[in-house]
């Protein structure tokens, strides 16, 4: 939040009842108005040098359009998390589309008349995983 600018033009800060003037806004540091960490009722001019954002009035925590990038981020992260929740349906489908690749192989699959031997790991664990999946099993 930015005070509005009083009839001298400068801002205030830090005013309530028994601080009715507040403090003058000092020119040289960012317009943000910040609260003392942990005192959520006194606020303060932002101790950060202005120079960023419109007329270079923020710091660089402050800019508005950073403030909005580190909104739109977080949203972002929020999104992924959502969408990494609902990721165990995609594996689930992407076990099946497996499964079925792996059966379809099989069945077609002459190691004979390629003239090798069929590895131990085919019938022995992929093709009964392949039928675990199928039959509704997770792996
Ligand atoms: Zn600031």
Redesign the pocket.
């Known amino acids: 939040m930015v005070p509005e600018k009083g009839k001298d033009g400068l801002r205030r800060y830090h005013m309530w009842a028994g601080h009715p003037q507040g403090e003058k806004e000092d020119t040289t540091r960012?317009i943000?108005e910040?609260c003392a960490a942990g005192r959520a009722i006194l606020f303060y001019q932002?101790n950060?040098k202005r120079g960023f954002g419109p007329g270079n009035l923020?710091?660089k925590?402050?800019d508005p359009v950073e403030v909005k990038r580190r909104a739109a981020e977080v949203e972002a992260r929020w999104k992924a998390k959502q969408a990494a929740r609902a990721h165990p349906y995609q594996q689930a489908a992407d076990g099946l589309v497996l499964a079925d690749a792996l059966l379809d192989i099989d069945a077609r699959m002459n190691w004979e008349l390629m003239g090798k031997t069929m590895p131990v790991g085919w019938k022995m664990i992929l093709v009964p995983l392949a039928r675990k999946v199928k039959s509704g099993g997770s792996i």
């Open positions: 960012c943000e910040v932002c950060r923020y710091c925590q402050h």
